[in-house]
């Protein structure tokens, strides 16, 4: 430092500032990973996971007798449970920040994904909305989410808030499914030629040959080789 001039020491402490600044966020980003757990190893709390699961599964008992089923079909009881549950994690705080994704686990469901889905999937399936129990909760719960996302932005995901936000005015457009490509017809393998066909195409082709070769054939030889005796 002493044989710095005044510009080289004030540059000198200025990287140093910034060098403890950064090495104090990076501790504090690790100290902050270590107090959430990855979104994959995430438990619910036992009397949570009973409250919700209770909760699941008489709405989705109501909503199957709406339709009047025994029992909803597999693509509609994953939609129903994620609606149901994100809505009553809402109601009761059951909430956990988790990293790998990052985001907010409310009732066991990221909010803004199973938004997502749902959207689609009764657009698809539009069949849902005619139980008056999930028209109700459905609205209830986008409306939840739109106002959940804005005390956590941090935590959403803007295309999918946008999705919702179009749903609730009307204005969402389903999205087409990719389609895959068709596969090419395989060409059809030639016919095998049976024995006696090979045979002749054998003479034919000797005959042929010894024509050019022997131009005084006999008429004998000629007439076993293309097949006439």
């Known amino acids: 430092m002493s044989e710095m001039n005044e510009q080289q020491r004030e540059e000198k402490r200025k990287y140093d500032r910034e060098a403890k600044?950064?090495?104090r966020a990076k501790q504090k980003d690790e100290r902050?990973?270590?107090m959430v757990p990855l979104a994959r190893n995430y438990k619910i709390p036992e009397e949570q996971q009973k409250e919700l699961s209770q909760h699941s599964h008489a709405v989705?008992?109501?909503?199957?007798?709406?339709l009047g089923l025994e029992k909803?079909?597999?693509?509609?009881?994953?939609?129903?449970?994620?609606?149901a549950c994100v809505l009553f994690g809402l109601e009761n705080n059951f909430?956990?920040?988790?990293?790998?994704p990052f985001g907010m686990l409310v009732g066991g469901w990221f909010p803004d994904a199973a938004a997502s889905e749902a959207i689609e999937h009764v657009?698809?399936?539009?069949?849902?909305?005619?139980?008056?129990?999930?028209?109700?909760l459905y609205n209830k719960f986008l409306q939840a989410v739109v106002k959940w996302s804005k005390k956590n932005e941090q935590c959403s995901t803007p295309?999918?808030?946008?999705?919702?936000?179009?749903?609730?005015?009307?204005?969402?457009?389903l999205p087409q499914l990719?389609?895959?490509?068709?596969?090419?017809?395989?060409?059809?393998a030639p016919p095998v030629p049976s024995d006696a066909e090979t045979l002749k195409r054998g003479r034919i082709q000797l005959l042929n040959q010894l024509s050019v070769q022997d131009p005084n054939l006999s008429p004998d030889a000629r007439r076993y080789l293309d097949g006439t005796v």
Do not use: N
């Open 21 to 23: 600044q950064r090495s």
């Open 32 to 34: 902050m990973r270590s």
């Open 60 to 66: 989705t008992k109501t909503v199957a007798a709406d």
């Open 72 to 83: 909803l079909p597999g693509p509609d009881l994953y939609i129903v449970e994620a609606v």
């Open 95 to 100: 909430t956990q920040i988790v990293h790998a």
């Open 123 to 136: 657009h698809r399936f539009p069949s849902l909305l005619q139980s008056t129990t999930f028209a109700d």
């Open 159 to 173: 295309e999918f808030i946008q999705e919702v936000q179009a749903e609730i005015a009307g204005e969402y457009v």
């Open 178 to 188: 990719l389609e895959l490509p068709k596969a090419e017809p395989k060409p059809e």
